[in-house]
């Protein structure tokens, strides 16, 4: 196998990377700490790749874009490489978020477990209605008022936005939280938002993720 | 360009497909509707590319994987690329959808635009608190107990369930799902689910685009 050499190089990558490969860092970190969670400290590319289905070819050439994290003979030093895939994937660092619509979906995404568990901690949330505000805290989030934003954002740091408000609102609301600075924004509203050179941004678009399952019903065995 | 003789082959595909290819199939096709109603009726690989920010050897590449669909000197007939990429993505027919979990999460996902844009109909859904389905249909959604899941599937021929439930509850809301004959499950909690060969699944982790996100904004142009 060609877990070679230990030479990080995270976030440094020298080409463009696919986004696949990016999401499969993701499994790997959550299998790699459920591994250290029940007290594995090494694993290969083998059983890396087993317990998430896919082939050791894949995880090797995978983390390849980042550098070799590899031992001969030992495979991969499970904190070592969680570590890494953490640098690389920026989580070790801290995300303060904001989030901005306090419908249904807004209120999901506060009482969503996964963000805390990944390190991502909304800190302040936003709606224009000021009787949704008035209600006070969510889970003991406080509400503002999005016209509070710029003061709030800096207060608290806000690096990321969420933005789960109506699709007719999400461009000024992507704007506004541009115009204090977030760094990346999260688009749960099912429209493209335009964003300048600088600011990242990732749609959720669930009907998206059933024409990705309908795919898969009707062309079973299909996708990789 | 190889926008060669129209032989479409939707559904027979040679090999595995890349996820990210089926992806940008569903991007394609918001494209090519919009163009339509805005009166376009033939669009070249360069032009579709350019507005969804791609290149033309991507999308021919990306459309090859299913046939061949352009016409020389003409480019791609909208309508007709509509057509073959619904019956690719399966969304020519019809996919009655079960939800499970009127948590915040589910009744977001009930107010979802998305979903009907699309021509998936969330047609029943299901918890297994009595009080919440005696609050009686949200948005004129009828709601039923958990327990009547299998007739309610049976008189709705139910395709596919969608899981809005909390982590621990997962898999046995996912084992009933396949018990009554879904063909694939929308997993939304942050918990892997097993199931039998012959069920699609596709899970939905939120903290995932989150760190793709972050990912982003510290490797700035790194990914394609």
């Not at 969503?112 to 009787?131: C, E, H, L, M, S």
């Not at 600011?199 to 959720?204: A, C, L, P, Y």
Request: hydrophobic share 40%; charged share 20%.
């Amino acid at each position: 196998m060609s877990d070679a050499e230990f030479k990080p190089t995270p976030g440094e990558t020298d080409g463009p990377v696919p986004k696949a490969v990016v999401s499969r860092l993701s499994l790997y970190l959550r299998q790699l700490q459920q591994g250290l969670l029940g007290g594995q400290t090494t694993i290969s590319s083998k059983e890396l790749g087993r317990l998430l289905g896919f082939t050791d070819a894949q995880v090797r050439k995978d983390l390849a874009y980042f550098g070799h994290f590899g031992y001969p003979g030992i495979g991969y030093k499970c904190e070592e490489l969680i570590s890494a895939v953490k640098r690389i994937l920026g989580t070790d660092q801290t995300w303060p978020v904001a989030l901005v619509g306090l419908g249904n979906l807004g209120r999901a995404l506060i009482g969503y477990k996964g963000f805390a568990q990944r390190g991502f901690t909304i800190v302040a949330a936003f709606d224009n209605d000021p009787g949704v505000v008035a209600a006070g805290p969510i889970d003991g989030l406080p509400l503002y008022h999005l016209d509070n934003l710029p003061e709030v954002a800096r207060q608290n740091r806000i690096r990321l936005g969420m933005i789960a408000v109506p699709g007719p609102a999400a461009q000024s609301v992507a704007d506004r939280l541009v115009a204090v600075g977030v760094e990346g924004i999260l688009n749960f509203a099912p429209v493209t938002i335009k964003l300048p050179e600088g600011v990242s941004q990732v749609g959720v678009d669930l009907a998206i993720e059933l024409e990705q399952l309908t795919f898969s019903v009707v062309n079973r065995g299909a996708t990789t």
